[in-house]
């Protein structure tokens, strides 16, 4: 089942950087959340630093950006593994076992929610609905996601994701 | 003349390995010198079918699946672009009974055609409704609607005419016509396999809805999860725009709309309308309080409608057949046809399109033929999170918005979770309040902290030593779920209390386990 396009190549945190890409969003109907999903996309977390900067630029105190920042699940506080892996903890997914599945997961990566696995390859995160509920149990690599996983299916995805990403 | 092959390019698909089966049958097919052409659709809905791939062959239109990337040779062998036998074959795919009992207005062209083409949409009604809306007037277009009897899909169930009069009433130059896209309720996918599937349905929907306002300006909040519905819809609408639908004078009529897609950032609550709003501002996704409706005060204080994504996707039938006619499917107060969305542990998922008075069974037992792991059937959650939980006496209850709120439940967005006999109620109606403290946007204090309480007291009824200590419990576990109900500011504190005390009331031997199971 794989047919991943490889790990998405994040740029290390650059303030500079993070400042020119936001400039479109300034005058744009909901220019935080524009700015912060573009930070997001390119450095995989947006970085405290980007605070002061953000306010600057949409003339906002630093208190109301992290107030956006911290509100919503996507916006990161530090750089995440080479894959994101989100496994769906919804009703229609527990109805097919995904409890268990997230349980067997954990153990294989030797992670909890929120942690990135030791080698830096997954960083594991619980999603509520993936829209797939028909294919339950769900689970989302980066941008694609996953249907009727099995715990074996998952060892071999992992395992081929992990060498592709080395 | 080369062999059309029909693969969607959906969520539903590519989760089962549609991408990898499109690029095998595409060098299978210049391997063995074959002249195809492959056309990317959506998903007509048959999830269990999926991947699902058609041929248009001499024979007709054609069908195979649930394909695996394994059957590409075999498939090829058993000369499959002339429609040839196999043992994935489904033959003429409408002529399943999955399909022939369906009424499909709102879905009528999803997964039939290449999802982007203007002129596929076309050659199948699209866009006659927008030309019927420019060739009317705003009274009339509302007019048509509110004769439609619909109501919004999204949940609550508000007269959609009522509230595009309501805006086309406010004497206000700027107004917004807003799409609700964020789709959070587990076990609900139809917003999501219309924008993939048919996404100028949605297009199409929200210039006329512009039209019947007055309003010139269009957002789309989609959820984050859905990254690929957002590919496909800013491509529908760069096709509409090309093709002269959106942007400026629309059709030579002097009306301008456009449509930009909005992406939230993981936040269940923004699907709440004033919630989504905020967001929309780039602010934190806390509700509003109501008043102001958002149709008077929305969007940076303008005049908004705020419609979710099969409401407005419904508008271009019902300005294309007339509003009579879409009101003569369904009954009662429930007029049309609901796009119902079997999930969970069933054996054949999927979207289901029918006018309202199917009861619950034959949703699940004849559409849904029973459950996936072939497990007795214990209960059926409706409405997203939000939902009540019914158990097998409730099944004869009509799929209808009146009858619902009689047994207790909502219909909301039209998602039905199946459980087997495996589950345990008071894990789900722990879960429930979980789920809400999780996603709570934090402005209320029934809802933040109720939620949080709520998980305490179930955790303590399910580990009561005695009798009494759980009577007292369930005591508090009520009188909570009134304080949330009646004081709660949205529908998220407010109709936590639905999932929890419906679990209570039908499966209450679950609670009295000892522990979780």
């Known amino acids: 089942m794989q047919q991943l396009a490889g790990p998405i190549k994040y740029q290390e945190w650059n303030l500079d950087t993070a400042q020119m890409s936001v400039q479109e969003f300034r005058d744009r109907t909901g220019g935080v959340m524009l700015a912060l999903n573009k930070l997001q996309q390119i450095f995989g977390y947006v970085d405290d630093s980007a605070m002061p900067m953000l306010g600057k630029v949409f003339n906002l105190s630093r208190a109301e950006i992290h107030g956006v920042k911290s509100f919503y699940h996507d916006f990161k506080s530090s750089k995440p593994g080479k894959y994101t892996l989100k496994v769906c903890q919804a009703e229609a997914c527990q109805a097919m076992g995904s409890q268990k599945l997230t349980e067997d997961i954990k153990a294989f990566l030797k992670v909890d929610f929120h942690e990135t696995t030791d080698s830096g390859d997954f960083t594991l995160e619980p999603v509520y609905c993936l829209g797939n509920c028909a294919c339950s149990p769900n689970i989302m690599i980066d941008n694609e996601t996953y249907g009727r996983v099995s715990i074996e299916g998952f060892k071999t995805l992992a395992d081929a994701l992990s060498k592709e990403a080395v | 003349m080369s062999i059309k092959i029909y693969i969607p390019r959906e969520t539903t698909s590519a989760s089962l390995g549609a991408e990898l089966i499109a690029r095998a049958i595409d060098t299978e097919a210049k391997y063995r010198n074959i002249d195809i052409e492959i056309v990317r659709n959506g998903s007509r809905g048959a999830c269990w079918l999926e991947p699902l791939i058609e041929v248009e062959s001499a024979a007709g239109r054609v069908g195979y699946g649930p394909v695996v990337l394994e059957d590409v040779p075999d498939l090829f062998d058993a000369d499959f672009i002339n429609g040839g036998k196999h043992a994935k074959s489904l ?146 609408i760069a096709a509409a725009t090309d093709a002269g639908y959106l942007g400026s004078d629309i059709q030579g009529s002097g009306k301008n709309f456009t449509i930009e897609v909005f992406m939230g950032a993981g936040a269940y609550i923004c699907g709440e309308e004033t919630s989504l709003l905020e967001s929309l501002e780039g602010k934190r996704g806390q509700i509003r309080f109501k008043p102001p409706l958002p149709a008077i005060e929305g969007l940076f204080g303008k005049p908004t409608v705020v ?41 054949q998922g999927g979207l289901v399109e029918k006018a309202f008075g199917l009861t619950l069974r034959q949703l699940i037992e004849d559409f849904g033929a029973g459950t996936a792991t072939g497990r007795p059937f214990r209960a059926v959650q409706v409405g997203g999170p939000l939902g009540a939980y019914f158990p097998d006496e409730l099944l004869d209850t009509q799929l209808d918005y009146e009858e619902f709120a009689k047994a207790g439940g909502m219909l909301g967005h039209g998602g039905v979770v199946v459980f087997d006999d495996s589950v345990d109620m008071a894990k789900q109606a722990r879960f429930s309040m979980e789920f809400c403290a999780v996603e709570s946007c934090g402005k209320c204090t029934p809802c933040r902290i109720g939620s949080v309480r709520g998980m305490e007291v179930i955790d303590r009824i399910v580990e009561a030593q005695n009798e009494e200590d759980r009577e007292s419990q369930h005591i508090v576990l009520k009188d909570l779920c009134e304080t949330m109900e009646s004081a709660s500011l949205c529908a998220m504190g407010g109709l936590t209390p639905i999932p929890v005390m419906s679990a209570i009331k039908h499966f209450a031997a679950d609670f009295n386990k000892g522990e979780l199971q």
Not at chain 2, 307 to 336: C, D, F, M, W
Request: proline share 3%.
């Open chain 2, 307 to 347: 419609n979710n994504v099969i409401s407005l996707a419904t508008v271009p039938v019902i300005l294309e057949k007339g509003g009579k006619h879409y009101a003569e499917y369904g009954q009662g107060r429930s007029l049309g046809t609901m796009p119902l969305q079997l999930g969970g542990n069933i054996k």
């Open chain 2, 91 to 236: 033959g003429d795919v409408e002529a399943l009974p999955w399909f022939k009992n369906q009424e499909r207005l709102t879905f009528a062209r999803c997964g039939i055609i290449d999802a982007t083409s203007v002129s596929a949409y076309e050659s199948l009604g699209g866009f006659a409704g927008l030309k019927n809306a420019l060739a009317s007037d705003a009274d009339g277009i509302i007019q048509e609607v509110l004769d439609s009897g619909l109501r919004g899909r999204g949940g609550a169930a508000f007269p959609t005419g009522i509230k595009w009069r309501t805006v086309a009433d406010c004497d206000i130059e700027q107004k917004y016509i807003v799409c609700n896209a964020d789709e959070g309720d587990s076990g609900t996918f139809s917003d999501r396999m219309i924008m993939e599937g048919d996404p100028l349905s949605l297009v199409e929907g929200m210039a006329i809805a512009g039209l019947a306002v007055g309003a010139d300006t269009g957002y789309i909040y989609l959820r984050s999860e859905y990254p690929l519905t957002q590919t496909i819809l800013n491509e529908a």
